[in-house]
Structure formats: structure tokens, C-alpha cells
């Protein structure tokens, strides 16, 4: 499986989570199969409320899922619509939200739990 997960730094599975997608300096995409990860950077990073477009800088990924700290509803729509799944996730590294994910525990993003704007006010 093919998970992306946007990431403040480029530290490997050490990575911080950012918590906000659309905001995120680079997204780190993992091979769940073999641990193998590579950071991509985010160039839609500095857009304005709404302009989020999320597939933008992943056009040439293959994913199967994205894990967020946080998230705007229209880039939850892009999403699934591109038939990428969307995970919630509070644990502040990528090698924690991936353990999460492989035991099952993740829980798919509902839209109650998305962010209002850049003011971040996540579930």
C-alpha cells in the first residue's frame, strides 16, 4: 500500500506529522510493504482558503491512502474522489500513524472532524 502523509521536515519515518495538510512543507509517501519512503515537497504549500489542490504536487503518486493531522473538507473530496482513502490521525510521527494503520486503528476522516480554514481547528 502506497500511504502519503504530509510531514513538517524530511526526517524518514521520524517525521513529524504536520497538522495541516494542504500547508505542509512536503509530504512523505511510504511503501507500507517495505518501509521504503521518499518526502515529495508540497509546491501548492502558499495558497489561499479553498485553493488547496492537493493532488497538485502528488500527480505522479500512485496512492492508496493519506494520513492527516488536519484537513479541509474540499481537499477531503479531491481526495476520495482520486479514490485516495483519509485517515485521522493524532500521534505526532509517521512511523506511530503507520503502526496505528497496520493494526487497524485508524479511523477513516468523517466530515465533522475536518478543518474550517488556516486557522487549524482540528478534532
Not at 4 to 26: K, N, R
Not at 50 to 70: F, N, R, T, W, Y
Not at 103 to 117: D, F, H, M, Y
Amino acid at each position: 500500500m502506497q500511504v502519503c502523509i504530509p510531514i513538517d521536515e524530511d526526517l524518514g519515518l521520524q517525521s513529524a506529522i504536520c497538522g495541516h495538510f494542504g500547508s505542509a512543507p512536503c509530504f512523505l509517501v511510504v511503501d507500507t510493504a517495505t518501509q521504503g519512503c521518499r518526502a515529495v515537497v508540497n509546491g501548492n504549500q502558499h495558497h489561499g482558503h479553498g485553493q488547496c489542490a492537493p493532488l497538485a504536487s502528488l500527480a505522479h503518486e500512485k496512492l492508496d491512502a493519506m494520513i492527516v493531522g488536519g484537513i479541509g473538507m474540499g481537499a477531503v473530496n479531491k481526495l476520495r474522489a482520486a479514490g485516495i482513502e483519509v485517515y485521522y490521525c493524532d500521534r505526532p510521527t509517521v512511523q506511530e500513524a503507520l503502526a496505528l494503520l497496520a493494526a487497524g486503528s485508524l479511523r477513516v476522516l468523517q466530515p465533522g472532524q475536518v478543518c474550517a480554514g488556516h486557522s487549524h481547528g482540528h478534532p
